[in-house]
């Protein structure tokens, strides 16, 4: 196992050696002619490891950066349309819809941005916050974690956000969950012994075979993906990206992975939410 273990490492890192691409620090992302921000000052916490930081649209390729230029040409549109359709059905045992307690869909404008938050001393994230409006106001089912529902709904809530920076809140009754996600980053996982740093930190800007490493910043989710032609939700790349170090990934939805979320949102304070972006 050990030796398998080297194996692997040894070929990850050799894919580092293919290309040193470095960010585009003079692409804008201009949107219906509103500039959103894709590179700030580190905040505050990161300031011994990052001096920039840098949203994952500058890592990609001149044609996936333009399918977000254009909401018309950006694909993760479809989603939030059948997601505007949801909003307004009604549905479970109180008969109400997402609309017949917010109206307008606008009243969520800030909420993104500063999601995940501790409410009644539990981490929150945005899917939590909608299944409870779902079985507790409507009488609803709970959505899956990550279904195609969920993940609509909430790029159809983050939207509301675009353009705002990311101010997720760390101190205070945060903080124990901040430094739990904070060591998830750090730590070494799987037969790649690799942490979330070791690509996101260490080596965004590198190749790795065919991919140009970003900082791993989460302000444009949930995202559409080329890879998979659909919305990604967080938990669902977090998900994948532990996996792919080999490990055994902690479980959608677990106290671990908002735990994560949480820490990893707090890297993009002052990044423009971007939701929904395109990635590769």
């Known amino acids: 196992m050990k030796k398998r273990a080297v194996f692997f490492r040894a070929l990850l890192v050799s894919g580092f050696a293919v290309g040193m691409a ?26 011994d490891n990052l001096d920039e930081i840098y949203s994952g649209w500058v890592f990609r390729s001149n044609e996936t950066q333009a399918l977000q230029l254009d909401d018309f040409d950006n694909p993760a549109f479809v989603f939030i349309d059948a ?14 819809s997402c609309q017949s307690c917010h109206e307008d869909v606008e009243e969520f404008k800030g909420l993104r941005t500063q999601m995940p938050r ?6 929150q994230t945005m899917e939590d916050q909608i299944n409870k409006c779902r ?16 993940t609509a709904m909430s790029a159809l809530i983050g939207f509301q956000s675009r353009g705002m920076a990311m101010n997720i809140k760390i101190d205070g009754e ?22 979330c740093s070791n690509c996101h930190e260490d080596n965004y800007g590198n190749n790795i075979r065919a991919d140009h490493l970003s900082q791993g910043q989460l302000n444009g989710f949930p995202t559409y993906r080329l890879k998979n032609a659909k919305l990604n939700a967080v938990h669902s790349r977090l998900f994948g990206c ?8 902690y ?16 890297r993009a304070n002052g990044l423009s939410v971007e939701t929904p972006s395109v990635r590769n």
């Open 22 to 47: 470095g960010a585009d620090e003079t692409a804008q992302l201009v949107i219906e002619g509103e500039t959103l921000v894709t590179k700030a000052a580190a905040p505050a916490h990161l300031q």
């Open 83 to 96: 997601a505007m359709d949801q909003y307004q059905q009604v549905e479970g045992s109180a008969d109400k």
């Open 118 to 123: 501790i409410v009644d001393g539990k981490v």
């Open 135 to 150: 079985t507790e106001q409507m009488g609803a089912e709970a959505w899956k974690y990550t279904g195609s529902d969920m």
């Open 174 to 195: 945060a903080k124990p969950f901040w430094e739990k996600g904070k060591e998830i980053y750090y730590t070494r996982h799987g037969q790649l012994d690799m942490a």
């Open 242 to 249: 532990i996996r792919d170090v080999r490990a055994e990934p």
């Open 251 to 266: 479980k959608v939805g677990s106290d671990e992975l908002k735990a994560l979320e949480l820490y990893v949102s707090s």
